[in-house]
């Protein structure tokens, strides 16, 4: 059974720093596409980062680029979003996400819409204000 938990969230100032961890169990991602996800209240989900061939390739979309970055630790099975430089339009609910397919580009993993991922966790909510 895979599970993908989110923590890390809260709530935090703006120019303030979150990190965001995704534990993943059930099975060994190592090279498969991985992703950060967020919604805001009244908008779309939105794809915020991905990373793929086993940590080599990352995508970010232009709102968070520079600011945020994703990372996978393998022997742990953690997948993690440091954000740093916080404004009060990265408030939402944050998602992690993975798909057991072989990619090597970052970018083709961060053009996968929420509903292609196989694997999606519950959330964890920031605030910034």
């Known amino acids: 059974h895979v599970q993908l938990v989110e923590s890390g969230g809260g709530s935090v100032q703006a120019g303030g720093s979150l990190r965001l961890s995704c534990a993943v169990s059930?099975?060994?991602?190592?090279?498969?596409?991985m992703g950060w996800f967020r919604q805001a209240p009244g908008k779309e989900r939105e794809g915020v980062a991905a990373?793929?061939?086993?940590?080599?390739?990352?995508y970010y979309a232009d709102s968070v680029k520079g600011r945020f970055t994703i990372s996978q630790d393998n022997a742990k099975n953690t997948l993690s979003l440091q954000m740093n430089s916080l404004k009060p339009e990265d408030t939402g609910m944050y998602y992690c996400?993975?798909?057991?397919?072989?990619?090597?580009?970052?970018?083709?993993?961060?053009?996968?819409?929420?509903?292609?991922?196989?694997?999606r966790g519950q959330g964890t909510q920031v605030t910034v204000s």
């Open positions: 990373i793929a061939a086993g940590g080599r390739s990352t």
């Open positions: 059930g099975y060994t991602y190592s090279s498969y596409c």
């Open positions: 996400a993975a798909d057991p397919v072989v990619v090597t580009l970052g970018w083709i993993c961060g053009r996968k819409p929420w509903d292609s991922y196989k694997y």
